[in-house]
């Protein structure tokens, strides 16, 4: 069965500073892992998606994360956080082709400190 | 495009109640799933539902049901409301193709007293 671990449930960077955000997955299959945003009252939003094609995936606002098999982490990363960055991140395993079951990581509130 | 919408917006039950949620999907989705997010917590899977059944569920008791429309909208049902029911319920929709990658409703935030 698939499993997903946020290793911070909380992380506190300043403006203009890089941002990183772990996430290691446990997967027997193939997975494809996602990164969500959620800021204050408000719906999920993708920022992006690995599904087996290059490793280095490229989302939206600047975000970007390395699948590594080797190390099974799916790490968020962003050259220079901005204050519009703070909210809740959430990484996100699924087995394709199998149960599709998305699992939910308990997610890391990103703070932006001025 | 209207994307994912959700009715209500929040919603206060007492406990012993029944509540209905709703959810339409994104445009030319026809797979939806809901979640459920409890303060501070990721979402939990409930179940999804394609073609008017649930195709798959999650470890929720049976006091929560649902129900898909033939115009892929879908219903969250939870009988005998418990204090612990408190959370987000959110609704996602997809392609059953790709029913991976979903996209989500803002959520209703039900209050149980």
């Known amino acids: 069965a698939q499993s997903v671990t946020q290793l911070d449930s909380h992380v506190s960077v300043s403006e203009g500073t890089p941002v990183l955000l772990r996430c290691n997955y446990s997967s027997s299959y193939s997975p494809s892992l996602f990164w969500y945003v959620q800021h204050p009252n408000k719906g999920l939003q993708l920022l992006l998606k690995y599904t087996s094609a290059a490793t280095l995936v490229k989302g939206i606002n600047g975000f970007e994360a390395e699948f590594k098999k080797s190390e099974t982490s799916f790490h968020l990363t962003k050259p220079s956080a901005h204050m519009s960055d703070a909210a809740e991140y959430f990484c996100?395993?699924?087995?394709?082709?199998?149960?599709?079951?998305?699992?939910f990581g308990k997610g890391t509130r990103l703070h932006i400190l001025p | 495009d209207a994307g994912v919408t959700q009715s209500p917006t929040h919603l206060i039950k007492t406990r012993g109640q029944q509540v209905t949620l709703r959810c339409s999907p994104k445009s030319g989705h026809d797979t939806v799933s809901w979640y459920q997010q409890a303060l501070g917590q990721g979402p939990q899977f409930i179940f999804q539902y394609y073609e008017e059944e649930e195709r798959q569920r999650g470890n929720f008791p049976d006091r929560f049901s649902g129900h898909q429309f033939p115009n892929y909208s879908s219903e969250l049902n939870v009988n005998a409301l418990l204090l612990g029911d408190s959370a987000l319920y959110l609704c996602?929709?997809?392609?059953?193709?790709?029913?991976?990658?979903?996209?989500f409703g803002p959520g209703t935030r039900l209050t149980v007293l």
């Open positions: 996602a929709s997809s392609l059953v193709l790709v029913s991976y990658e979903q996209f």
């Open positions: 996100v395993v699924t087995e394709r082709g199998r149960d599709d079951k998305i699992i």
